[in-house]
């Protein structure tokens, strides 16, 4: 064999043949990395699922025991405290005296009406007597019509001023009785406001007064769970002092107004006869079934609440893709930090609760819990 040909024969093949075979391992390398590529991460946003209003839960409110009905005690008239016959825890019977003012002056003064009254009298009978003459001469014509017309009228004059002088003792009289503070029922005295040889006013509180007998429970209830009460609704009652046992009570008002202050709403709850001798001022502890507004609804945070244009809605991460859905929902009613839901929303569904306003339609996102479980938003 020549030199050319062995040349020919340990030369590579054509090139066309080459390039085909690089060009076709390059095309399934690179396939393969698209393939092993990792997808993209959401981004991450705090998102909770939503709770539904369970019918029937028992809410727990801290109370505290008081008597139906409590109330100042006071002397109807102004004067100087003289005597205390009643302290404070003491139970008085109706009718017991509990105070006594310095009556000197109420003495004094029903002497002066008990004076005038006898004066009256007296006038009074010369006048009736005078009449009697007067008429029986005019019956015979010794007298004018005129002065028995005199007569007449002096007579009507003292019957009159009898009447009055009548009624200014029986004023005095109660002014006297007024010296002295009657107990207006069974009760406890649970507070002194007045001490011996101080001067009060008339209607100035001397003692706080308990009546014995029905004995209510007061609870604070904030404006979110004011509408799930009403009068009539049964409760269960137990006391941090006497453990193991409980009471059966009802609500029985609802303050129509919220605290100034702290914002919530009294509840007065009537124990059953079972708590009618509770001592007053134990701290009490009240699990209240409440009721839903309606077996489908939801609360979720305030801070999750977005709005399309004019409507309330809420951004929902879809379980399928982790991508938000912009979804309007129908509010029942509003709190300070919570939004009752009525449609739009099932129980179970996550919802952005933070951040509402960074997000956008369609973005896949990675639901996250609050970093401290303190902060979450339910």
Sequence with gaps: MSHRDRHAASAPGPRPARLT???????????CGRQSAPSEPGRAVIALPVQSVAAGAAAQFPGEVHARYEMPLAFRVAGQVAARYARLGD????????????????????ASAQAALDAAQHRLTFATQQRDRDQAQSAQNLISQLQLDQTLDAYAAALAARDQAGQQLALARNQ?????????????????????????????????????????????????????????QAASV???????????????????????????????????????????????????AVQADAGSDVRIAAT?????????????????????????????????????????????????MQGVHAVAAGEKVEPIAPPHPEDAPL
């Design 176 to 232: 006297l009785r007024y010296n002295t503070l009657l107990a207006d029922h069974d009760g406890t005295i649970t507070s002194e406001q007045a001490e011996v040889g101080q001067v009060v006013a008339a209607g100035q509180a001397v003692f706080g007064f308990a009546w014995s007998g029905e004995r209510d429970v007061f609870i604070a209830v904030p404006e979110s769970q004011l509408s799930t009460l009403a009068v009539g």
């Design 91 to 110: 139970r008085v019977k109706q009718g017991q005296a509990l105070a006594k003012l310095d009556d000197n002056d109420a003495l004094k003064t029903q």
């Design 304 to 352: 999750a609440l977005f709005h399309d244009k004019e409507q309330p809605a809420v951004w929902v991460v879809r379980p399928t893709d982790s991508t938000l859905e912009l979804r309007r929902i129908t509010v029942r009613r509003y709190g300070e930090r919570e939004v009752l839901v009525s449609a739009g929303l099932t129980a179970g569904e996550r919802v952005v």
């Design 238 to 288: 137990s006391l941090l002092a006497l453990p193991g046992k409980s009471y059966a009570a009802h609500v029985r008002e609802i303050s129509p107004a919220a605290d100034a202050q702290a914002r919530t709403y009294r509840v007065k709850l009537a124990l059953d006869a079972d708590g009618q001798q509770l001592p007053l001022g134990m701290t009490a502890q009240v699990a209240l």
């Design 21 to 31: 075979a690089v060009a076709a391992a390059l095309i399934a390398l690179s396939a």
